[in-house]
């Protein structure tokens, strides 16, 4: 199946865009104003928003990571499902205040979702046919 042949390049996309976040975490300003048009102040602000850019760019190498290691494979493309499907639905749940700024994200990453689960349905599938041939 497509998906199944295709999965290590398109979690290496997904992961380097992904980990491309990490912006934050070195300019957190800088990353809020281009992400969402907006701005925090404060030392609170700068912390949480610094962690937030590390934590999606651990997702984005944990991606990575399970392109090239099977095993791995299925617990990365969870995580980066769900950490993914959270902002789409927090864009969302704001009345797609931010969708103008952030909306190139959120396509992207709802595309990459479906691909994720559309894999993570599929692949045991593919499995147990190899196996029994």
């Given at each position: ?69 099977p095993p791995s494979r299925r617990l990365a493309l969870i995580v980066a499902a769900l950490s993914k499907t959270v902002f789409v639905a927090l ?43």
């Open positions: 199946m497509w998906i199944t042949t295709r999965i290590k390049p398109v979690m290496v996309i997904a992961g380097l865009l992904t980990s491309t976040m990490l912006y934050a975490a070195i300019a957190p300003q800088a990353a809020l104003q281009s992400t969402f048009g907006e701005s925090l102040t404060g030392p609170v602000a700068e912390i949480v928003v610094r962690n937030w850019g590390a934590l999606i760019g651990l997702v984005g190498m944990m991606l990575i990571y399970g392109a090239y290691d864009v969302f749940v704001n009345g797609g205040r931010y969708l103008e700024q952030a909306g190139v994200a959120v396509v992207v990453d709802t595309v990459f979702v479906c691909l994720f689960v559309w894999y993570l349905i599929v692949s045991p599938r593919e499995e147990l046919r190899r196996q029994a041939v």
